[in-house]
């Protein structure tokens, strides 16, 4: 049974869309591999490059409407998606540039073009923050990329639940 807070569907779905990134599927890398929420434990050599962690890094809630004797709060849910690699090679920043490019893909799958991702219905829209790489771990040599996207919802105000 699927969760009824909002926020836990989306990240659900992400998830579920992050899993796709392999190249059996049309993407340039396996990142899609292994997929975790909230990962504190360090890569080992065999996932770099193979493995995509991901985060919800607040909800912040921006508008509401007047809904009856009751209000519609509708927020942004950020959520971060890094990626570990194996730097010191001539060739790692085009394998960066290739999952960033995949992440894109992945979340995009669906858009309209217009307002973007809805998350099958749960959505109102998806926003492109960017992408920032860095060195994550300098002493094995793992570089890392954050891709960060938002993602715009509406609860009831003051519940966390499908409207």
Known sequence: MASTIT??????????????????NGFYTDSGTEVSEW???????????????FRDDGDEP?????????????????????????GGSATAGEKIRKVIADVYKAIGATTDGHLGETWSGIAI??????????????????????????IWYRTEKWKESET
């Open 125 to 150: 829209a998806t926003s492109d923050e960017g992408a920032k790489p860095f060195v994550d771990q300098e002493e094995r040599q793992v570089l890392s990329v954050d891709i960060t996207i938002k």
């Open 7 to 24: 926020a836990q569907r989306i990240i659900e779905k992400v998830a579920a869309r992050l899993a796709t990134i392999k190249v059996t």
């Open 39 to 53: 990962r504190t434990t360090p890569f080992h050599d065999n996932e770099l490059g193979k493995a995509l962690t």
């Open 62 to 86: 921006f508008d509401h409407i007047a809904k009856g004797n009751s209000a519609l709060q509708d927020r942004w849910l950020t959520v971060i998606i890094s990626a570990p690699f194996r």
